[in-house]
Nanobody, 128 residues
């Protein structure tokens, strides 16, 4: 059974950086479309970034473009999210999501319902 486990969350000050990781166990990260979502208290789950199973196509939510970078490490079987220039608005629980790969090299979806697998989440808190 494939499981996703996030790590790397924590408390940092505005302007600092964090790097999140999602370890894929029981499966191979390169066989999935992968994505990061986040959810702040009282708000809906928000699309952050996605990467295709080839690693060749990435997409970002408007609020994180230019600050966050999604990447895939096939050797470590992990999905990463480098987050720079963090602000309090980035606070929330960050979730890793996966959808089994298909014929498209560039597919992604900003809709949580389109991903079959989810991690338990990691808390990210940015203080002002």
């Amino acid at each position: 059974q494939v499981q996703l486990v996030e790590s790397g969350g924590g408390l940092v000050q505005a302007g600092e950086s964090l790097r999140l990781s999602c370890t894929v166990s029981g499966g191979t990260v390169s066989k999935y479309y992968m994505a990061w979502f986040r959810q702040a208290p009282g708000k809906e789950r928000e699309f952050v970034a996605a990467i295709s199973w080839t690693g060749g196509a990435t997409n970002y939510g408007d609020s994180v473009k230019g600050r966050f970078t999604i990447s895939m490490d096939n050797a470590k079987n992990t999905l990463n999210l480098q987050m720079n220039s963090l602000s309090p608005e980035d606070t929330g629980v960050y979730y890793c999501a996966a959808e089994p790969s298909g014929p498209s090299w560039t597919w992604y979806s900003p809709t949580p319902d389109n991903y079959a697998l989810w991690g338990q989440g990691t808390q990210v808190t940015i203080s002002s």
